[in-house]
């Protein structure tokens, strides 16, 4: 895995390259965001500069999500758009028609990361790895990976599939300690994009990082990204607000001491999970 600039026509973009992908380094995401906020939020953030957007099949705006890139004037190839099929649909046949429903929705050919959203253990992996790799070989999908895997999950989904499986999507913020995942993803070459990555606003008016954010001029939030990106961590944070918006992309003008790297890692626990619901696997 490494750090790369893709020159776009407004700007360098910050992608991180994982086993023949390459992904834009800051996204929107979209969970929660509905109907006209959300095309209205994804196009903002088209202009804005961004250029990945995040959704799934599960948040119910897909359309709205389509319409903000469309609305963009964007080429195709100039956003990196990723959706999901829901944990209730990983048997090979509702795999194929969820996906197939996203694209109809999303009105796009292909999505550029398709990704088994939570993992079910009541249907076998062996099928929804034989669907998920048969999008990308039918052009549904440029790439494809996981998201919510723990380190025996990866390793048995590496092991099924005959396609790279270029990420892990899961929880990853400064209250989290998700090394033991961090280290399983990248074990295998695989991306690591961080949801929840300002740990759903909670670290507003965090002491730590309200400090060094002072010293950078930046706000905490902006710190806690930046504390992501600077370990080629892929950040998805999500927002309703404009402002918002081009603060969570204005992270790329100021570095992070390797003291302050340490200060920030120091405020994570391995029980700092925040989306947890009794199907959340254990990430040991
Ligand atoms: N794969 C999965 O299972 C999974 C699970 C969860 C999430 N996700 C993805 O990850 C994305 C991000 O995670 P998330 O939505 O859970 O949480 P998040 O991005 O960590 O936090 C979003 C919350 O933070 C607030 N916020 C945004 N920018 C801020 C800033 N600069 N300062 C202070 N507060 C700010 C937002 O409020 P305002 O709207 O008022 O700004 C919102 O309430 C989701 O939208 C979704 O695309 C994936």
């Known amino acids: 895995m490494r750090h790369v600039h893709v020159a776009s026509r407004r700007r360098v973009i910050q992608s991180v390259e994982a086993n023949g992908a390459r992904i834009p ?14 095309a209205r939020m994804v196009e903002a953030a088209l202009k804005l500069g961004y250029r990945h957007i995040d959704t799934a099949a599960m948040y119910g705006n897909e359309e709205a999500v389509g319409a903000g890139v469309h609305d963009s004037g964007l080429k195709r190839d100039e956003v990196f758009v990723t959706t999901k099929v829901w944990q209730s649909d990983l048997a090979p046949r ?22 088994i959203h ?22 549904l999908a440029r790439h494809i990976g996981v998201s919510n895997f723990n380190p025996a999950l990866i390793e048995e989904a590496v092991k ?22 961090i280290a399983a993803t990248r074990k295998r070459g695989m991306a690591v994009v961080a949801y929840s990555p300002i740990a759903r ?36 944070p999500r927002t309703s607000d404009t402002g ?41």
């Not at 795999?95 to 009105?107: G, P, T």
């Not at 005959?162 to 090394?179: G, I, K, M, R, W």
């Open 94 to 115: 509702d795999f194929e028609r969820s996906a197939k429903d996203s694209l109809a929705k999303l009105k796009l050919p292909f999505v550029d990361l398709l990704l």
């Open 201 to 236: 606003g909670r670290i507003k008016g965090d002491a730590v990082l309200t400090r060094i954010g002072k010293a950078h001029g930046k706000t905490a939030a902006q710190v806690c990204l930046r504390f992501l990106v600077q370990q080629d961590i892929v950040v998805i």
């Open 25 to 38: 380094i800051v996204g929107l995401g979209t969970w929660d965001l509905r109907g006209k906020t959300c």
């Open 118 to 139: 939570w993992p079910n253990p009541s249907i076998p992996l062996a099928g929804t790895i034989g669907a998920l790799c048969k999008m990308k070989r039918d052009g």
């Open 160 to 181: 099924l599939t005959t396609e790279p499986l270029v990420c892990n999507q899961f929880e990853c913020h400064p209250y989290l300690d998700a090394s033991k995942a």
């Open 244 to 284: 918002r918006l081009k603060e969570n992309f204005d992270l790329f003008v100021f570095a992070l001491s390797a003291a302050e790297m340490n200060e920030i890692a120091a405020l994570g626990s391995p029980k700092g999970r925040i989306v947890q619901w009794s199907g959340s696997p254990d990430w040991e």
